[in-house]
């Protein structure tokens, strides 16, 4: 009886020896893969969130000097997150900030150099896109409308379409462009919910132009 189970473990063995010497080689580069691979996934999240974190201490220490009003400190914090943390949500948040404290201050060419940099850089969707528009309305300001049309241009996101054809209205308006300032803020009105209060600025200079933008579609106007 021994020797018969003897027999039968040695059969199943050699079955076994068989099948790893078929495919050993593929089950060990299976596993390599697969390994690797969550190790490479583990490890980049683990990147994500350490980076993350940096980039989040530091944002507090520029939210600091943005509150105290300080521009120049705020900038000089923003220029190290762009070169250590370029990719992350805090960075292209700090730029959206900074632009605004530089314009507050009068400094103009920093303001836009922060707005390009998070519209052509920042790791988020919504922070281009709010860039963008920012920064189509400096380049209005310094009536450099080419400039200003081509940021809006490049606006992704359905929700901000709305505001894009607002902006693109102020400057075919500034361009005496009436009729086609006319139809931008018609489709901006359009587009944007009721509820948002902006939209009754957008129908503000509608009315100013002599168009009800509720009657537009079917040619009824105001009174001038």
Known sequence: MATQLDLEEQEQLDQLKAFWNQYGNLITGLIVVV????????????????????????????????????????????????????RTAFTGQAGLLAAKLATDKGQADAARADLTWVAEN???????????????GLLLDEKKYDEASKQLDGVDGTEFAALAADRRGDILMAQGKTEEAKAAYQK???????????????????????LNPAGAASGVETGK
């Open 35 to 86: 390994a690797g691979a969550y190790l490479a996934w583990f490890g980049w999240n683990w990147y994500q969130r350490d980076q993350g974190a940096k980039a989040g201490s530091m944002y507090d220490e520029f939210e600091r000097a943005a509150q105290s009003n300080d521009a120049d400190r705020s900038g000089r914090i923003f220029t190290d997150m762009k070169e250590r943390f370029p």
């Open 122 to 136: 920042g790791s988020e969707t919504e922070y281009r896109a709010v860039a963008r528009l920012r920064l189509a």
């Open 188 to 210: 901006s009105w359009s587009a944007m919910d009721a509820k948002v209060d902006y939209r009754r600025i957008v129908e503000a200079k509608l009315n100013v132009m002599g």
